[in-house]
């Protein structure tokens, strides 16, 4: 376990000490978050803050998981198996999310959206279809899975593929829509990446368990400035590559089936849109007028409205991240 945690701190303080230099480039280029009118009044003062700050996260993580990925081609045993797969993941939604950040900067839909959800879809559901043939064919075939209580794998077969794709878009946008207050998608992750590098560590599976621990790392130096009162926002840069690489994590650990425990914050957060959405369409069909179960979606907005502080809801929030990964690495021993 020294080999993770020493990779997670070396990731830290490679990460955090290029911080306030990114902050200042992203202010030169008026790199600013646009808010939504619907969004609570108090979001409202923190226009113009930084995004794309994800930037901080995932080039620290390309870099050394690239560079351990060279050193282990030259015959260096400084990994073990390839992390290319994890590699791929975290680059190719960290690109899709970069353009989108953009666009909803600078782009001619500048109003905050960026690209269009079909377009964004779209690529999200070509990077996962990938990763899900590439994990189904292997090698190593992944097409079981650990189920807690059960001594043997339970084999999945072909449906693998669809569940891995579900998983990876669903776990990639509920991270997204996470990412509404200060630090709340940042250390949500920081506990579900660090629960499952654990896991994968008891399974024997280092090389996955220093890759989680990079990410790790690289998550504390943004909550370095993602603290509340926020000097940067992670943006799509960050919680679309977030949530898509921690599914894969769970996939490629065998314990996908503890995801939606482990990252339950991010459930309850993409599950209470679905409910709010979805209960405002049927309430305008039978009574003519649209009703709300939460008085905004995602769920954190409620708790705000409700009177809690934004510090309140992101520390309550990560009590339960804990004690659901905690839970979650558990029933991993079962």
Same mark, same amino acid.
């Given at each position: 376990?020294?080999?993770?945690?020493?990779?997670?701190? =070396?990731?830290?303080?490679l990460?955090?000490?290029?911080?306030r230099p990114?902050?200042?480039?992203?202010?030169?280029?008026?790199?600013g978050k646009?808010?939504?009118i619907?969004?609570?009044?108090?979001?409202?003062?923190?226009?113009g803050?930084?995004?794309?700050?994800? =930037?901080?996260?995932?080039v620290? $993580?390309?870099?050394?998981?690239?560079?351990?990925?060279?050193?282990?081609?030259w015959g260096?045993?400084?990994?073990?198996q390839?992390?290319?797969?994890l590699? @791929?993941? $975290?680059?190719? &939604? %960290?690109?899709? +999310?970069?353009v989108?950040?953009?666009q909803?900067? !600078?782009?001619?839909? +500048?109003?905050?959206? *960026?690209?269009?959800?079909?377009m964004?879809?779209?690529?999200?559901?070509?990077?996962?279809?990938?990763?899900?043939?590439?994990?189904?064919?292997?090698?190593?075939?992944l097409?079981?899975?650990? $189920?807690? *209580?059960i001594?043997?794998?339970?084999?999945?077969?072909?449906?693998?593929?669809?569940?891995?794709?579900?998983?990876?878009?669903?776990?990639?946008?509920?991270?997204?829509?996470?990412?509404?207050?200060?630090?709340l998608?940042?250390?949500?992750?920081?506990?579900?990446? %660090?629960?499952?590098?654990?896991?994968?560590?008891?399974?024997?599976?280092?090389?996955l368990?220093?890759f989680?621990y990079?990410?790790?790392?690289?998550?504390?130096? @943004?909550l370095?400035?993602?603290? &509340?009162?926020?000097?940067?926002?992670?943006?799509?840069?960050?919680?679309?590559?977030?949530?898509?690489?921690?599914?894969?994590?769970a996939?490629?650990?065998?314990?996908?089936?503890?995801?939606?425990?482990?990252g339950?914050?991010f459930?309850?957060?993409?599950?209470?849109?679905?409910?709010?959405?979805?209960?405002? !369409?049927l309430?305008?069909?039978?009574?003519?007028?649209?009703?709300?179960?939460? !008085?905004?979606?995602?769920? &954190?907005? &409620?708790?705000?409205?409700?009177?809690?502080?934004?510090?309140?809801?992101?520390?309550?929030?990560?009590i339960?991240?804990?004690l659901?990964?905690?839970? *979650?690495?558990?029933?991993?021993?079962?």
């Open positions: 376990m020294a080999y993770p945690l020493t990779l997670g701190a =070396i990731t830290f303080f990460a955090v000490i290029w911080g990114l902050i200042a480039l992203l202010r030169q280029q008026e790199l646009k808010i939504r619907e969004e609570p009044d108090t979001r409202q003062i923190k226009t803050t930084p995004t794309m700050g994800g =930037i901080l996260i995932v620290p $993580v390309l870099l050394i998981t690239g560079a351990l990925n060279v050193a282990n081609l260096l045993n400084t990994i073990g390839s992390t290319l797969l590699f @791929f993941c $975290v680059a190719s &939604h %960290a690109i899709l +999310g970069l989108d950040d953009w909803g900067i !600078k782009g001619i839909r +500048g109003r905050g959206e *960026g690209m269009s959800a079909r964004k879809s779209g690529f999200q559901f070509f990077f996962a279809t990938v990763i899900a043939l590439v994990l189904y064919f292997g090698p190593p075939q097409d079981f899975v650990g $189920v807690p *209580g001594a043997e794998y339970v084999t999945v077969g072909p449906l693998f593929i669809p569940i891995a794709i579900f998983m990876i878009v669903g776990t990639s946008n509920a991270v997204n829509l996470t990412d509404g207050l200060d630090s998608a940042g250390s949500s992750c920081s506990v579900a990446f %660090a629960c499952y590098g654990m896991i994968a560590y008891l399974q024997g599976q280092t090389y368990a220093a989680c990079t990410v790790v790392g690289a998550l504390f130096a @943004f370095w400035y993602n603290a &509340h009162p926020a000097q940067m926002f992670m943006g799509d840069t960050g919680s679309l590559a977030l949530g898509a690489t921690l599914a894969l994590v996939l490629m650990s065998t314990q996908w089936l503890l995801l939606p425990l482990i339950f914050v459930v309850a957060e993409a599950g209470s849109v679905m409910l709010q959405v979805s209960y405002f !369409k309430t305008k069909r039978l009574y003519g007028e649209g009703r709300r179960i939460f !008085k905004m979606s995602p769920i &954190h907005y &409620h708790f705000e409205l409700l009177g809690w502080s934004e510090t309140q809801v992101k520390e309550r929030f990560w339960v991240s804990v659901c990964g905690m839970a *979650g690495v558990a029933l991993a021993l079962v």
